[in-house]
């Protein structure tokens, strides 16, 4: 079945530690996205990929950091810069990179980070 | 910049009510809509979009949103709700031009009684 998985689904980081989340689609999607939730505050954009080898800041990147090597995979890795970590992470991937329209964003199944 | 409001934190309805939430946005041109639902420690899934077209789009799970341009509004609406739409429903916005970004709104929480 073709999907997005995220491992782990819990994941616990101490101080000072960098952590990274995984993120892996077998939909064959040119674009990637990965999401913060706080509970009240719905869902904040941290970085994008519209293609392999490049990737752009969200809103809130800071603390953050992606790669995109291969078209399948898109880590986040939650830094020590990233005072505020404890969160619902989100990744999401869509059909084309956008253009004219608007491409539907389809989403695995989360990481809780939770800090130590 | 796009913005969605979504009123409602949380919503109570009776088994085999009718529901509605709403969800207004500020975009400054056509806007494509979503609304996707989310069960505790889930991740998302959509229910329906609008992107042109008939204003009135049907889903999944028997959801149904009606697009009003004058109102700037993509409320959602389930005439008989059952237990297992308990879970929390968020309104997203994106743009046309841009790099792929919604703006999702707030998220309203359905409780559904017996």
């Known amino acids: 079945d073709g999907g997005i998985t995220q491992s782990p689904k819990y994941l616990f980081r101490k101080e000072g530690q960098n952590v990274t989340l995984s993120c892996e689609q077998n939909l064959n999607h040119d674009a990637m996205y990965w999401y913060r939730q706080d509970p009240g505050q719905g869902l904040r954009l941290i970085y994008y990929s519209q293609i392999v080898n490049d990737f752009q800041k969200g809103d809130i990147a800071e603390g953050y950091s992606v790669s995109r090597e291969k078209k399948e995979s898109f880590p986040l890795t939650v830094t020590s810069a990233q005072k505020n970590p404890t969160a619902f992470y989100l990744c999401a991937s869509s059909i084309t990179p956008p253009g004219i329209f608007q491409e539907t964003q389809y989403f695995g199944p989360g990481t809780r980070l939770l800090v130590l | 910049a796009q913005s969605v409001t979504q009123p409602d934190i949380h919503i109570t309805v009776s088994e085999g009510a009718s529901l509605e939430l709403r969800c207004n946005y500020s975009?400054?041109?056509?806007?494509?809509l979503f609304w996707y639902v989310q069960s505790p420690g889930q991740g998302l899934q959509l229910l329906l979009k609008y992107f042109s077209g008939d204003t009135l789009v049907q889903g999944i799970k028997g959801f149904e949103a009606e697009f009003k341009r004058s109102q700037s509004s993509f409320n959602l609406r389930k005439p008989s709700v059952h237990w297992s739409d308990a879970a929390e429903y968020f309104c997203a916005v994106g743009v046309t031009g841009t790099a792929s970004k919604l703006t999702f709104g707030t998220g309203t929480r359905l409780q559904v009684t017996l």
């Open positions: 975009y400054g041109a056509t806007p494509y």
